[in-house]
């Protein structure tokens, strides 16, 4: 069975970093990796992706220059480095992977995934 195991996140003051790490097993060939957050009361929001080739990275507006996406060569662990953390930053955070997109337009959209870690909240406090 595919498998993602999520460990990370936590409390920090506004400005701080944290990191998130997404541990996969069962998983063949390649795919494509994402992060996606989503606070009370708001819809799941995509925050960054790893491409299936190339592994070019994508990232949401709102984070960008902030937090770094990264996996290990043999895409055991997935990794969201997050930096310059906002109180908006609130939420509970999900990895997630899928074999194929209709296009790479989709990356950072959740409902293009179908595998899924068991969520981590980061909750920033200003």
């Known amino acids: 069975a595919q498998v993602l195991v999520q460990s990370g996140g936590g409390s920090v003051q506004a400005g701080g970093s944290l990191r998130l790490s997404c541990a996969a097993s069962?998983?063949?060939?390649?795919?494509?990796w994402a992060w996606f957050r989503q606070a009370p009361g708001k819809e799941r929001e995509g925050v960054a992706a790893?491409?299936?080739?190339?592994?070019?990275?994508y990232y949401a507006d709102s984070v960008k220059g902030r937090f770094t996406i990264s996996q290990d060569n043999a895409q055991r662990t997935l990794s969201l480095q997050m930096s310059s953390l906002k109180p908006d930053d609130t939420a509970m955070y999900y990895c997630a992977a899928v074999k194929t997109l209709g296009a790479i337009a989709d990356i950072l959209q959740a409902a293009r995934y179908n595998i899924w870690g068991q969520g981590t909240q980061v909750t920033v406090s200003s």
């Open positions: 790893i491409s299936r080739f190339g592994r070019s990275t």
């Open positions: 069962g998983f063949k060939g390649d795919n494509y």
